[in-house]
């Protein structure tokens, strides 16, 4: 093999790379954003359980701080606080129910691929319902 040959397979090697680079930057981000994805659905479901028990009265709250809804919608927020952008208090919607309390945690994700137009965003929601916490009986 000469020196002509040597560099003529250095640029089919260059070719190659230049071809495939795009498609393997392409699976990465869509990687990343999976895990991402995953963080923030994780993220989401733990502020809804958490909201969940303050809004079933099981979590002990402070007086002060309002009702058990209000405390459910900022137990929320504060879970949710790691994502960017965070869980606002709009995306927690508490319902009552007979005997039980729903809590629905919504949250716009952003993706990375969407620089690439595959998606703009993933709604991640989750609900939790639990029942209510027996109040003790007033004493006489």
Same mark, same amino acid.
């Given at each position: ?20 680079l795009p498609f393997l930057a392409l699976l990465f981000g869509v990687a990343v ?7 923030? !659905?994780?993220?989401?479901?733990? !502020? #809804? ?9 099981? #979590? ?10 209000? +405390? !459910? ?12 952008? !965070? ?45 209510? +916490? ?7």
């Amino acid at each position: 093999a000469n020196f002509a040959d040597e560099v003529e397979l250095g640029r089919a090697a260059a070719a190659e790379l230049a071809l495939v680079l795009p498609f393997l930057a392409l699976l990465f981000g869509v990687a990343v954003d999976y895990c991402r994805a995953l963080r923030a !659905a994780q993220v989401v479901d733990g !502020a #809804a359980r958490n909201a969940a028990l303050y809004a079933s009265g099981t #979590a002990h709250r402070d007086p002060a701080a309002g009702t058990a809804d209000q +405390a !459910a919608v900022a137990a929320a927020v504060r879970e949710g606080a790691t994502l960017r952008p !965070a869980v606002r208090p709009d995306d927690v919607t508490v319902t009552p129910g007979a005997g039980a309390v729903t809590v629905t945690v919504r949250h716009r994700f952003p993706l990375l691929t969407a620089a690439v137009g595959l998606t703009d965003g993933l709604d991640v929601s989750r609900s939790v319902t639990l029942p209510l +916490a027996p109040r003790p009986a007033a004493r006489p």
